[in-house]
């Protein structure tokens, strides 16, 4: 797809954050206001080569530009220790990205939308309520609950499967009480091994998407904080349009929490459910499917009228 992409960089708490630029492949629509702007960054342990390049560009193409971004301490980004999930953390990064956005030639401030998926698709829900001019917000197949996921985790293995994660995360956070390097765990393994995702598929899944910079590790203390990520408790905050899709037989993050939040956002979020596991989003027709509806969706909220280019994206 021929989508002019630039690399930049911005400050999250004095480190520095990479991210890609794809600028919006058609003019603006109202030729005055500038273009609408997507922030968009990865889910748990990912990276932004980790099955984003094809939402990105094909939102480009439709007329949006894109901000894609590296949390600190992954792929691009700065930041030490490395492979260090806190959902705290990468919330301040998308904040810092919000303001990066904000700043770019020709993009409209205040037609900024967020985008997230798995982790970063609960993510988007707090920062879009706590940022309050965010334009909109998609959030594919998202963990909303940190409680639901664990309980998900303990679902494949039990209270067996639980244990060993919680002795890793005591055993990383006692390396970083006294300055010493983290103890990592794989971010993805097999039902059955010690790693913090173990669906069945996951392993294959993940890995067809992963780009050059993935890194099958994450320090082990983020198995501490999983439960304390709730986004689902921010739901009735919302007062922008909420697009949230779930895939029916998700086994990594799933729907039921996500369904919560468009109950209780009533009136600002819409569902669209798909009969498709966690990974199923990321390539192929189910990939285009969900692009499209993302499309449709801005389309509409941001009052903006499809172009017959953007109709072949949709096909």
Request: aromatic share 6%.
């Amino acid at each position: 797809m021929n989508v002019v992409r630039q690399d930049l960089t911005f400050s999250s708490d004095g480190v520095r954050c990479a991210a890609w630029h794809f600028v919006a492949r058609v003019p603006a629509d109202d030729g005055s206001r500038g273009r609408p702007c997507v922030v968009m960054a990865h889910g748990f342990g990912g990276t932004r080569d980790t099955g984003l390049l094809g939402y990105a560009e094909g939102l480009a193409a439709a007329g949006l530009d894109v901000l894609l971004f590296d949390y600190r301490g992954f792929g691009a980004s700065g930041g030490e220790p490395r492979q260090l999930v806190s959902y705290r953390r990468q919330r301040a990064d998308y904040h810092a990205a919000i303001a990066a956005a904000r700043r770019l030639v020709g993009v409209d401030p205040d037609r900024i939308i967020l985008w997230g998926t798995s982790y970063s698709g609960g993510h988007v829900l707090p920062v879009a309520v706590q940022d309050r001019r965010v334009a909109a917000a998609i959030s594919l197949t998202p963990a909303m609950d940190g409680r639901a996921a664990l309980l998900a985790i303990a679902r494949h293995g039990g209270v067996r499967r639980l244990a060993p994660l919680l002795v890793h995360g005591l055993r990383d956070v006692a390396r970083a009480l006294t300055s010493r390097q983290p103890h990592y765990l794989p971010v993805v393994g097999e039902p059955g091994s010690v790693a913090i995702i173990t669906a069945p598929g996951a392993v294959a899944g993940y890995t067809a998407v992963a780009g050059p910079t993935w890194r099958n590790l994450v320090g082990a203390r983020a198995a501490l904080t999983v439960a304390f990520s709730r986004p689902l408790r921010q739901a009735r905050r919302a007062r922008f349009p909420l697009l949230v899709q779930v895939g029916e037989n998700d086994a990594v993050a799933p729907p039921a929490a996500a369904v919560e939040v468009v109950r209780r956002a009533a009136g600002t979020a819409e569902l669209l459910s798909y009969p498709v596991d966690h990974f199923d989003v990321y390539d192929g027709p189910w990939q285009q499917q969900a692009l499209c509806d993302q499309i449709t969706f801005l389309d509409r909220h941001l009052g903006r009228s499809s172009s017959p280019r953007e109709r072949t994206v949709h096909s």
